[in-house]
């Protein structure tokens, strides 16, 4: 019954009046529960903020010689980061966030510092998709070439995670631990069933046989072209993986995917037998190889300073009159203003209206890590792109997902990279509305009755079925959204929309099919982005990156996130192991109305 309250709150939540109930009821608990924790916490995080004034976070940290760039790669990886003052501060069972962009400033950066040796590398999960992995490989890559090394170590390495270790000059693993080398795999989860169950009906307005976002809700398992786009999908990205490690560890690549396909690293030992990593070793082993590599005494202290502690020793700041602004797209599309997780489209749309009329700004770069979301506000950013396209340089530079509604904002850039691992395409529309009448009226006894002026009713309704002449209305207008898309996009990449609709019908591509394609310029990351720009907008050699928008302080964020995680302790408290499932519906506000949006969400493992 818990559940079922739940998914009537979060689904159908703005078009259901009586729902208000719920939601007052829910926020007065909330009010208390907050009002008892500001006033155990106030006093103690007044304390820690006091100090943290008084020791200036912005001011720069001295680096020591001979000095170790620990990075330990446990947190989820997003584009960008929120400046926490108490991110040195131990909480039990938080979880960090990283910014992949500033991550790999300090990587940039330790390149030429004197004071860092080299670079010990921590990790077991890596909580980002394959493009944030090749980018960070990229990065270490890069740093090797300065001649310092990197030390990898973990006790368990997935396989993404090993992806980047791999890159290290010695790869090392716990003697008892485990090594992940088996392939990719996408599971995909549906809940036709489910809403068979509560009598909840889809329905389904959709162009494109590929356009696979709608199948979780009417099928119960994969679609034979879903199947396909999918298969060809991780057999590309696998593909790049193994060449990727091939090249770092002296590995044919033949001889690599038949390791992985056939499953040979079955323990450490064999890990180490087919050459995945060059020993096996206790924690204490890899430091006596650290204090060797930096010629001290192994009873000596290794100076290993912290990514958090290592990005406020240095300052990216140029002199230079010439800005470079870089637009990061990190979430969910919709309509309104922006939050973390959620590209909102009047936030976004003024950041790039700003950008275009700030004559500081030579050339713009999108950052774009997004599976899609809202047709609408798709358009309304397209828009503002096109403008600024008009009288600067505009490059599209594509992190782990830019689709659908993420490679909406993409076609109207001058230029688009990506790399070979990016999840792009899914040039497609749908639409989708929840019939919950048969619900409602079966298991709650709850009905009701419409009295309009005309034929057609409401459009977007839950309390009833649509009538053929709206299911029509709905049809067509999921029809011109495709047309509008398609189009726009044949014309950003410059081709007949004949030859884009033969990449489109909502398919997902790699980056490297989608370049085959006509639908991405060039195969590289961020910095190939940056680098185009300064070019084309002649500023080369002497410019100034910015980013936007402005991360809000770590106060702001969590004044507002206090009462949403005080929520969420509730929920997981009441729903236990139902919680997932109602993760996964309370998607589900986000999906109705018209959606130019990826099919579902896709993790690689």
Known sequence: MVLITVLLSVIFEPNIQSMNFFKTFLASCLGSLIAFIVLCVLGFLLLLGMVASFSDSSQSVAIKD????????????????????????????????????PLKRAIQNAK????????????????????????????????????????????????????????????????EGELEFNGLSVEVSFYKKLFDKLDIKPQIFRVGDFKS??????????????????????????????????????????RLREIADKMLVVNTRTALQHGLVDSLVYFDQVQADICERLGISAKTKINLVKYRKYKRSFSGTSKSKNEIAVIVAD???????????????????????????????????????????????SDVMWREIK???????????????????????????DTIVAQPTTITGSIGVFSILFDMSSFLNNKLGITFEEVKTGEVGELITFTR??????????????????????????????????????????????????????????????????????EVAHVAGDYKLRYYPVQKSFFEEWLSGMEENAETRILKKELGSQYDTYQHLKKLKNYQGSQARMPYELVIE
């Open 66 to 101: 001979k000095s170790v760039l620990h990075l330990k790669l446990d947190g989820l990886i997003s584009e960008n980061e929120v400046e926490d003052p108490f991110e040195d501060i131990p909480i039990p069972g938080a979880v960090s966030t990283m910014g992949l962009l």
């Open 112 to 175: 030429t510092d004197a004071k860092i040796e080299g670079i010990y590398l921590e990790l077991s999960t890596l909580m980002g998709g394959y493009g944030v992995a090749r980018e960070l490989r990229q990065a270490l890559e890069d740093f090797k070439e300065s001649g310092k090394w990197i030390v990898a170590y973990s006790e368990y390495y997935t396989e993404s995670a090993y992806y980047v270790a791999s890159v290290a000059d010695k790869v090392y693993l716990h003697p």
């Open 213 to 254: 976002a709608v199948e979780p809700f009417i099928r119960d398992q994969m679609s034979e072209e879903n199947r396909l786009q999918l298969n060809e999908m991780i057999a590309d990205i696998h593909r790049t993986v193994i060449e990727d490690v091939a090249d770092s560890r002296s590995i044919e690549a033949t």
């Open 331 to 377: 979430g969910d599309i919709l309509s309104g203003k922006g939050q973390n997780g959620i590209i909102g489209s009047d936030t976004f749309a003024e950041e790039i209206r700003k950008a275009r009329t700030n004559d500081r700004v030579k050339a713009i770069v999108l950052r774009i890590n997004s599976p899609g979301g809202s047709a609408l506000a």
């Open 387 to 413: 403008l600024a396209t008009e009288v600067k340089p505009v490059i599209a530079s594509m992190s782990d997902y830019a689709a659908s509604g993420g490679y909406y904002l993409a076609m109207a850039c």
């Open 465 to 534: 079925p649509l009538t053929a002449v709206e299911k029509n209305i709905w049809q067509k207008k999921t029809d011109e959204i495709y047309q509008s898309f398609t189009s726009k996009a044949a014309d950003g990449r410059h081709m007949p929309v004949d030859e884009l609709l033969k990449v489109a019908s909502g398919r997902v591509w790699t980056g490297t099919q989608a370049k085959e394609r006509g639908l991405v310029d060039v195969l590289g990351n961020f910095e190939t982005a940056v680098t185009l720009a300064a």
